[in-house]
T-cell receptor, first 118, second 112 residues
Framework: KAGVTQTPRYLIKTRGQQVTLSCSPISGHRSVSWYQQTPGQGLQFLFEYFSETQRNKGNFPGRFSGRQFSNSRSEMNVSTLELGDSALYLC?????????????????FGPGTRLTVL | LAKTTQPISMDSYEGQEVNITCSHNNIATNDYITWYQQFPSQGPRFIIQ???TKVTNEVASLFIPADRKSSTLSLPRVSLSDTAVYYC?????????????FGKGTHLIIQP
């Protein structure tokens, strides 16, 4: 079974631009979560989608948004990029609710998209 | 959500057993303890999850005492490829609105 895929793997943008990142979950998984990872802040939760509905959102500004399609694929968008948005953006999918413990809720992470904002 | 405390770094040698302890003093009755492994520039990888006593899979064991205030991840006979960051998480059984809280993790370095 194919793992979680994220595209693109690397991206360079300039301040003020916007960016869209894509995540394809493991087949059959309905939950997709997004995380931002930086050396200073570590892994921080952005938002989580389940069956096309955003159910939880982390403490990030409104410039960060996302959506999930009927095939469970997800995109996240960052508008008006700032230098501090440079990070590794990780997507994770799970069969059940990825933010809960227990069987079927194990999260499978993709390789990430490395975003550099100049 | 219960906060976890784990050592910032640990060193060991190939072939040794490595035990990483995580403290989680205010864990709720139904919370799970979950461990992830992360290599540089890769996404975290689920290792093991437990609720109480002992859980073992093909790569690790997780020991949880009766009071559940701490837990220990045990990696048998480590190799150089086990050098990574290990995160201990407390995950609510009903789901956490704040997402998974990864903390700083433990940098495990395995030497030849």
């Amino acid at each position: 079974k194919a793992g979680v895929t994220q595209t693109p793997r690397y991206l360079i943008k300039t301040r003020g631009q916007q960016v869209t990142l894509s995540c394809s979950p493991i087949s059959g998984h309905r939950s997709v979560s997004w995380y931002q990872q930086t050396p200073g802040q570590g892994l921080q939760f952005l938002f989580e989608y389940f069956s096309e509905t955003q159910r939880n959102k982390g403490n990030f500004p409104g410039r960060f948004s996302g959506r999930q399609f009927s095939n469970s694929r997800s995109e996240m968008n960052v508008s008006t990029l700032e230098l501090g948005d440079s990070a590794l953006y990780l997507c994770a999918s799970s069969l059940g609710w990825g933010l809960a413990g227990g069987r079927d809720n194990e999260q499978f992470f993709g390789p990430g998209t490395r975003l550099t904002v100049l | 959500l219960a906060k976890t405390t784990q050592p910032i770094s640990m060193d060991s040698y190939e072939g040794q057993e490595v035990n990483i302890t995580c403290s989680h003093n205010n864990i709720a009755t139904n919370d799970y303890i979950t461990w992830y492994q992360q290599f540089p520039s890769q996404g975290p990888r689920f290792i093991i999850q437990g609720y109480k006593t002992k859980v073992t899979n093909e790569v690790a064991s997780l020991f949880i005492p009766a009071d559940r205030k701490s837990s220990t991840l045990s990696l048998p006979r480590v190799s150089l490829s086990d050098t990574a960051v290990y995160y201990c998480l407390v995950v609510e059984s009903g789901g956490g609105a704040d997402g998974l809280t990864f903390g700083k993790g433990t940098h495990l370095i395995i030497q030849p």
